[in-house]
């Protein structure tokens, strides 16, 4: 039983690790396949997170097409903050690749749409970063026996709860090394059931590690078993042996394409005061006591002591009573959630929100132009540098079907920054209270590497978009 195209996806590992522990041998079959083969840099959309990545990949459509930038994002017909799930606008790669007669696995993709394989294998939420819902496949019994077999995900689908539920450092490092057997044993046992057109794989594990234990990485901390080796050079090594174990079940000849990013960095965000910014700038300000309530809850939904269905029903709860009161302060614009990357405003345009108090066109600019040239003015807690490095402002450059879906503005945060404070002569000072856990946080690179020769009309550097059509064209 063999496999002709060999797809591995490496969710949110880092191009700039993987060439340093390549060059110094510390990888030794990535460094083969690079030093071999071929590769090109992949580059995030300006200002998009991890949200809009994969999922551009996976369709070859950018989100206004797709419809997906976060795992929260407004819904219509009223907007109002929903998880997105699998709410895609459109079909993966593979789904045409089946159409056309070929035999497909597809293990886990990120964040990806699911296209319902009928004569291959499809499995998802099963070993995922963060999953959507509970493990599920097609054929519908498959995913009963591989849990079976191999067992349920370490981390119960959500790694970001780790140190919640009262995981060390070291048990979230033991438990990614334990879930990439896992998944490289159940992966060869699928190899071995048939002949493979193409067999997609992904290793979710960079992800987790990455965002947990980075201030073990760039030296913040002491690990607490006391190693000296960076723990996401471990998980590294550890799928870099595993890739070994995978290639013998490629047939000669066989291409071999691994994606990965986007990649790792110290996590610097004004994402928990940014709701805050936008009322201040509108004469909104929320009394201490309604404050104090959101920040509660907040707290609650992150600190593991209510269980996950409790946390998840607050959150929903939370989310519709802000858009509530969203409403009923005439705000004309707003911050919707987003990966830490940037802070997101969606505008109340008329048209398009419920009670919308904005006109498209001159007034949408100049609201629009009001809102950067404020936040460009904000300073962090040094007063020395802004916290802003750049805002996009998406409906000039994108015009899919979706685009109504996506925020108006994204607010790119300076990770140059203190991020302790901000100061801003018209709302003052604020202290910045991050309720989350992580420590490390998206770039926008990553890497296509192959064990063949690409033409050369590629680039050097692709978008998301770009990627979708060399993988097609591998199969």
């Known amino acids: 039983m063999t496999v002709k195209t060999l797809m591995i996806l490496l969710d949110a590992a880092d191009p700039v690790l993987v060439r340093k522990w390549a060059a110094e041998g510390q990888l030794p079959l990535l460094a083969s396949m690079l030093e071999g083969g071929d590769h090109r840099d992949v580059q995030n959309l300006p200002a998009f997170g991890s949200g809009a990545f994969w999922p551009s990949i996976c369709t070859g459509l950018d989100p206004s097409h797709h419809g997906r930038y976060y795992l929260a994002q407004p819904r219509p017909p009223v907007y109002a903050v929903e998880d997105f799930a699998k709410n895609f606008h459109a079909a993966p790669f593979w789904k045409d690749l089946e159409d056309q007669g070929k035999k497909i696995v597809v293990f886990d993709a990120p964040e990806s749409p699911i296209a319902g394989l009928k004569n291959g294998i499809e499995i998802y939420d099963w070993l995922s970063h963060r999953t959507d819902g509970p493990p599920a496949s097609f054929p519908p019994d498959l995913i009963g026996d591989l849990t079976a077999r191999y067992g349920n995900d370490p981390f119960d689908g959500n790694s970001n709860l780790a140190f919640r539920r009262g995981m060390t450092e070291a048990e979230v490092i033991r438990r990614c090394a334990n879930r990439t057997k896992q998944r490289t044993d159940a992966t060869q046992e699928l190899m071995n059931d048939g002949n493979w057109d193409m067999f997609l794989v992904n290793y979710s594990e960079p992800h987790c590690v990455?965002?947990?234990?980075?201030?073990?990485?760039?030296?913040?901390?002491?690990?607490?078993?006391?190693?000296?080796?960076?723990?996401?050079?471990?998980?590294?090594?550890?799928?870099?042996?595993?890739?070994?174990?995978?290639?013998?079940?490629?047939?000669?000849?066989?291409?071999?394409?691994?994606?990965?990013?986007?990649?790792?960095?110290?996590l610097v965000t004004f994402n928990s005061l940014f709701p805050e910014i936008l009322r201040a700038y509108q004469g909104r300000q929320r009394k201490p006591a309604k404050r104090w309530l959101?920040?509660?809850?907040?707290?609650?939904?992150?600190?593991?002591?209510?269980?996950?269905?409790?946390?998840?029903?607050?959150?929903r709860t939370k989310r519709r009573v802000a858009s509530k009161a969203r409403r009923r302060a005439n705000l004309r614009y707003f911050a919707v959630p987003n990966n830490d990357n940037a802070g997101a405003v969606r505008v109340s345009l008329k048209g398009r929100e419920p009670d919308g108090l904005v006109e498209p066109g001159a007034e949408y600019a100049a609201v629009c132009d009001e809102i950067c040239e404020r936040l460009l003015a904000i300073r962090d807690a040094t007063g020395e540098k802004p916290i802003v490095a750049e805002i996009i402002r998406i409906r000039e450059d994108y015009e899919g079907p979706n685009l109504d879906l996506l925020p108006d503005l994204y607010v790119v945060w300076n990770r140059e920054a203190n991020p302790e404070s901000i100061k801003s002569p018209e709302i003052g000072t604020m202290e910045n209270s991050n309720f989350g856990v992580r420590s490390g946080d998206h770039t926008e690179f990553g890497m296509l590497i192959t064990n063949y020769s690409l033409p050369a009309s590629i680039p050097p550097s692709l978008n998301p978009m770009e990627v979708t059509g060399i993988l097609t064209a591998a199969v």
């Open 294 to 315: 959101s920040d509660t809850a907040t707290r609650l939904m992150v600190s593991g002591l209510l269980p996950d269905r409790l946390s998840q029903a607050l959150r």
């Open 210 to 266: 990455g965002h947990l234990v980075w201030h073990l990485h760039d030296g913040r901390a002491q690990a607490s078993d006391r190693s000296d080796k960076s723990p996401l050079l471990r998980c590294y090594q550890d799928i870099d042996s595993a890739i070994g174990r995978l290639l013998p079940s490629v047939e000669p000849n066989g291409k071999v394409l691994i994606v990965l990013g986007p990649g790792m960095e110290t």
